[in-house]
């Protein structure tokens, strides 16, 4: 997929995940929550677009794009912004718990019965926030 007037190509794993992070501490989001969504949705690859016309990194469709603002789904900033600020919604409208917004976030399956979905071991089942500004953000 080629994504034309976009500046994705710029973006290497370490720039996402600090993109990510800072995204994520400016909206009050777990960032691993944040980074394990990224990996899940697309690996990582800021021009992922699924069969069903989800795109980059946090995998938004069409609709939801246009319902957060998002203007280019390929731009890694316009991307993580939209889909935290979205995972965000959902995570409030489910008092907090992120099975239940996870698997209202469209494409992440949830295989068990207590509605954990699969992410990878390890990554944290809570909604915290750090504390931390995001210097640099600018940059992106």
């Given at each position: 997929v080629q994504a034309s007037g976009t500046c994705a190509n710029r973006f290497d794993r370490e720039s996402i995940r600090d993109l990510a992070g800072c995204v994520a501490r400016r909206h009050q989001v777990d960032e691993d929550l944040v980074l394990e969504v990224i990996e899940y949705e697309s690996s990582f690859n800021p021009l992922a677009v699924s069969p069903k016309g989800a795109k980059g990194l946090m995998q938004l469709m069409p609709a939801t794009a246009a319902?957060?603002?998002?203007?280019?789904?390929?731009?890694?900033?316009?991307?993580?912004?939209?889909?935290?600020?979205?995972?965000?919604?959902?995570?409030?409208?489910?008092?907090?718990?992120?099975?239940?917004?996870?698997?209202?976030?469209?494409?992440?399956?949830?295989?068990?019965?207590?509605?954990?979905?699969a992410l990878s071991p390890g990554v944290a089942i809570s909604v915290g926030w750090k504390t931390e500004d995001c210097r640099g953000l600018d940059a992106f």
């Open positions: 319902y957060l603002g998002v203007t280019d789904p390929f731009d890694p900033l316009q991307n993580v912004d939209g889909g935290v600020r979205y995972l965000k919604e959902l995570l409030e409208r489910h008092d907090g718990k992120v099975g239940p917004a996870l698997a209202a976030y469209p494409g992440i399956k949830v295989p068990n019965a207590e509605g954990v979905p």
